[in-house]
C-alpha cells in the first residue's frame, strides 16, 4: 500500500516539475540562491509522479542507497519528519546533497520514468524535505546519549566526509574532535562552493546538529604544522585518527605566462569571495576589481562554473569558459552548465591554452589559444583532445582563473608510515579505509581525488564503521 492517490496511468502523465529559480538577468547581480526550492504543492504534484519502484532502481544509483520510494511515500502521507528520518537514515546532509548532487549521474539517472527523459526530480525533493524539516528537527528532543566508550578519535578536517564519520562515530559513543585549518567548518561546502548554490547557513545548520550531539570543532588547527599526527595519538591521547582532508592544492596548466599578474587560481578566487567576502569594500583580503573585465576560466567541471558565474556576480562584462574537450565532455553539474548559459556565460569548446600574454608591465593581457579536435578515448573513458595545427587564435582578456581539478594537499606527506599514490592522493584499504599507519583511517577527495560530496560522505561513514570496529578491539 502506498500513500498515493493516483493509478499508475495518472501519475505518468504528469511532467517533472521544473526548479523555481531567480530571473538569470536578476541573479547575476546578487550573490543569492538561484534555486528557490519546491512549494508544498509543486512538491506533492511531483512525488506523486513516482512509482514506488519494487526493486527502487533509483536507490541503487544513489552512492549512499537512500531509500528514495519510502521518502517520497512519506511525504504523500504529510509525514515530512518521516520522510527527512528515511533520508537520514543513510545521508546525513539532505539539504546539501539535494542542491550538488550531480542527480543525473546518480539517482535520477536510474528512475525508471528517465527512459523518457523525465526522471522523478529526486534532488528537489530532497531539498523540500530537509529545508521544510529544518526547524522541527531543530527543536525535536535528542534521543538518549550512547554509553560513553572512554575512546577519543580526531578527525583531520571539516568537510563532508568528516562530518559524516564524526555524526556515526559520535552515535557509537566515542570522544570526537574535527581539526580544521580554516577559520569556518564544511571544507569546500563552504569555501568552494558559492553561496548562490548552496547557502552558508545550510552548512553551518549541520554543523550546529553534530556539535548539539556532542562533536568538538577546533578551527585554526593545520594538522602536520600546528600538531602531528603522532602528537595526536602520544600528546592528545587520542586512540583513533581519520583524515579527510580533501584535495585543496590547485593544479596549474603549466604554460607560459602563468604567473602574470590577473591569472587566479579557482581555489583562491572562490576561497577569498566565500569565505572572506573579498568583494566588499572593507574586505582585508580584496581581489582585483571585475567590473567590466573580461574574465577566461579553463576547465569545466563544477569548479569552473562556479569559478565563471562568481566572475559574472562580480561585475564582469564578458566571461568564456575555455575546454579542450567538447560539451559532451563537461564533468559538471548538467544544471550548473544550463545555468551558466542562461547567465551568459560564453563556451568555447575544444580549445586549449599555449600561452598567457603580457603587456609589458607583467599583466596579463591575452591568451593564445590553439584549436582541438576529439580523438580515441584515453585513460578517463573521455575522448582524447589532439591538437589542430596552424589553428591558433588570440583572446584578449583581463583576468583569468585557473579550475582544473586539485591534487591533495602535501602537509600530511611528512607522516610515517602513511602511503601516497603517485597522484599525492593517500593509500588506503579499499574495504576498511585503514592507512598504513595504526589507528589511522581516510577518506573523500583526499583519497580518490576530486569527486563529490555524496561519495565523500559514504566513505566518512564507511571508515566511522571501521574506526569502531578497531577502537573496539583495543
Ligand atoms: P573537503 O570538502 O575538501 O574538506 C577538507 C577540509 O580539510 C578542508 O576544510 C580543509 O581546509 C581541511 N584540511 C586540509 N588539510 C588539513 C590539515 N592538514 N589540517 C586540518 N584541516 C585540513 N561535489 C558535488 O557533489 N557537487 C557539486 O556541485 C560540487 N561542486 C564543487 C565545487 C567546487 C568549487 C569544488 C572545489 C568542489 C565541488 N564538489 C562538488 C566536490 C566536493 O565538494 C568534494 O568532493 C567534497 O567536498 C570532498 O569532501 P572531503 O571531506 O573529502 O574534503
Ligand atoms: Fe540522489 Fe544525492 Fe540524494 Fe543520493 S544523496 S538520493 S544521489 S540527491
Ligand atoms: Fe520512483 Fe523513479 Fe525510484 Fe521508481 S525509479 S521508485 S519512479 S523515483
Known amino acids: 500500500m502506498t500513500n498515493n492517490p493516483l493509478p499508475l496511468k495518472d501519475r505518468m502523465q504528469i511532467q517533472r516539475h521544473t526548479m523555481p529559480a531567480q530571473a538569470p538577468q536578476k541573479r547575476v547581480s546578487n550573490f543569492n540562491e538561484v534555486n528557490q526550492g519546491f512549494s508544498s504543492e509543486l512538491a506533492r504534484e511531483e512525488a506523486q509522479r513516482c512509482l514506488q519502484c519494487k526493486d527502487a532502481p533509483c536507490s541503487q544509483g544513489c552512492p549512499v542507497h537512500v531509500h528514495i520510494p519510502d521518502f517520497i511515500d512519506q511525504i504523500l502521507a504529510g509525514n515530512m519528519l518521516g520522510a527527512a528520518d528515511a533520508i537520514l ?23 525508471v520514468l528517465g527512459k523518457k527523459g523525465n526522471p522523478v526530480a529526486i534532488g528537489s525533493l530532497e531539498r523540500f524535505t530537509a529545508d521544510s524539516t529544518a526547524a522541527d528537527r531543530a527543536a525535536r528532543p535528542q534521543g538518549e546519549k550512547p554509553a560513553p566508550t572512554g575512546k577519543k578519535v580526531a578527525l583531520i578536517g571539516s568537510g563532508p566526509s568528516s562530518l559524516a564519520c564524526a555524526g556515526d562515530l559520535i552515535r557509537f559513543g566515542h570522544e570526537v574532535t574535527v581539526y580544521e585549518a580554516l577559520h569556518a567548518f564544511g571544507g569546500v561546502l563552504i569555501y568552494g562552493i558559492p ?17 548539539r550531539l556532542g562533536v568538538k570543532f577546533e578551527k585554526n588547527v593545520v594538522i602536520g604544522k600546528t600538531l602531528t599526527i603522532n602528537e595526536l595519538f602520544d600528546e592528545q591521547g587520542y586512540d583513533a585518527v581519520f583524515i579527510g582532508a580533501g584535495a585543496g592544492l590547485p593544479n596549474f596548466l603549466g604554460i607560459p605566462g602563468e604567473e602574470l599578474i590577473g591569472i587566479y587560481s579557482s581555489n583562491e578566487l572562490l ?36 569559478s565563471a558565474r562568481t566572475s559574472l556576480r562580480l561585475g564582469a562584462k564578458e566571461v568564456h569558459i575555455i575546454y579542450r574537450r567538447s560539451e559532451e565532455e563537461m ?29 609589458g608591465e607583467g599583466w596579463l593581457k591575452g591568451v593564445r589559444l590553439q584549436r582541438m579536435e576529439l580523438g580515441e578515448p584515453d585513460a578517463s573513458g573521455r575522448r582524447r583532445p589532439l591538437p589542430i595545427e596552424g589553428s591558433e587564435f588570440t583572446l584578449d582578456l583581463d583576468l583569468t582563473v585557473i579550475a582544473i581539478g586539485n591534487g591533495s594537499n602535501p602537509l600530511l606527506r611528512d607522516t610515517p608510515e602513511l602511503q601516497f599514490t603517485r597522484r599525492g592522493t ?21 583519497v580518490t581525488g576530486g569527486a563529490t560530496v555524496i561519495s565523500a560522505m559514504g566513505a566518512g561513514r564507511q571508515a566511522a564503521q571501521s574506526i569502531n570496529d578497531y577502537l573496539s578491539q583495543l
Open 89 to 111: 537514515q543513510d545521508n546525513l546532509l539532505p539539504a546539501v546533497c539535494g542542491r550538488v548532487c550531480p542527480q543525473e549521474k546518480f539517482c535520477e539517472s536510474r528512475c
Open 195 to 211: 553561496e548562490f548554490r548552496l547557502p552558508k547557513s545550510i552548512v553551518a545548520y549541520e554543523v550546529d546538529v553534530l556539535r
Open 271 to 306: 576561497t577569498r569571495v566565500n569565505l572572506m567576502k573579498a568583494y566588499q569594500d572593507q574586505s582585508v583580503t580584496p581581489i582585483f576589481n571585475f567590473k567590466d573585465k573580461v574574465v577566461a576560466v579553463f576547465g569545466a567541471g563544477n569548479t569552473a562554473l562556479d
Open 331 to 359: 564533468p559538471a553539474r548538467h544544471e550548473e552548465v544550463e545555468h551558466a548559459k542562461e547567465e551568459g556565460v560564453k563556451f568555447t569548446f575544444l580549445a586549449a591554452p599555449l600561452e598567457f600574454l603580457d603587456n
Open 426 to 446: 593517500l593509500e588506503v584499504n579499499p574495504e576498511s579505509l585503514q592507512t598504513d599507519k595504526a589507528g589511522v583511517f581516510a577518506g573523500g577527495d583526499i
